[in-house]
Every structure is written in C-alpha cells, then in structure tokens.
C-alpha cells in the first residue's frame, strides 16, 4: 500500500513503479586526484617522451590514437602532436611493476618527459598516464 505523497518527481516515480536513482556525475579528475605534473600548453597538442630506465621492454598505446608499440629496455620514444586530453597505457612485458614520473621538459615547450623505472612499491605501481586539457597530467 502506498501513501499519498503529493505530486512532483517522486510521486510519478512511485506511481509508475520506477525505481528513484539519484543523479550520479563523474567530478573531474582535479577533484578526485592531485595532478603529479603539470605541463603548458600552447593550444591542444602535447608531445610526450618515454624514457625506459628498465632493462625490461614496455608495451605502451596513446588510446584512440596509436596501436600497442613497444618501447627497449633503456630506449628512449618520443609521441608528438597528441590532442589533449589524452590517455597512454603502459605495460611491462615481464609483468613487473613500473614507477612513471612525469615532468615538464626543461627545454621543449608542450613536452612532457616521463621517465619509466622498476619498483617494489605496489602502491606507486603506475599502467596509466592522463593528460587534461588543462595541463594536468595523472597517474592512475
């Protein structure tokens, strides 16, 4: 039996027997994390270098932009022209842990350096890099 509660959203939810759901968003990841560098932007293209300071080799893709290439162990790539913002997935081939350390390039405008080393920390073991719009790079 259900009580009389008026007219309004929650009357013609109960009276068409649908279930109330409360509007869910998704807050920015500036809400949610604090960014581990920072870049300047001039417009809305980002170059990113890969530096591999492993002796394992790391599989990487800039999703919806490139397919899976793979980076040498101590080798070095360098993205160029990516659109922000962007998201680039990493993967050790022997299925170790990866420290990523992202900075703005001392002398290459819109260019981050990401420097890729081994740890034993599960807790900074890092498979995602995301560069916003703003300049905002997260690790996830």
Known sequence: MLKQIGVGI???????????MPAISQPAPEVQFTPKARVTLNGDRVN???VNKTNAAI??????????????????????????PM???????????????PKQAEKSPNTIEVT?????????DGTTMRVEANGSVFLY
């Open 87 to 101: 998201t680039v997935t990493l993967d050790r081939q022997d299925s170790g842990l990866l420290r990523v350390t």
């Open 116 to 124: 890729l080393d081994t740890t034993t920390d599960l807790a900074i």
């Open 48 to 50: 990113i270098t890969l």
């Open 59 to 84: 599989n990487y893709q800039v999703v919806g932009d490139t397919q899976f290439r793979t980076l040498a162990g101590q080798g070095t790539a360098t993205l160029q022209g990516l659109r922000v």
């Open 10 to 20: 929650l009357a013609s939810a109960i009276a068409f027997g649908g279930a109330i």
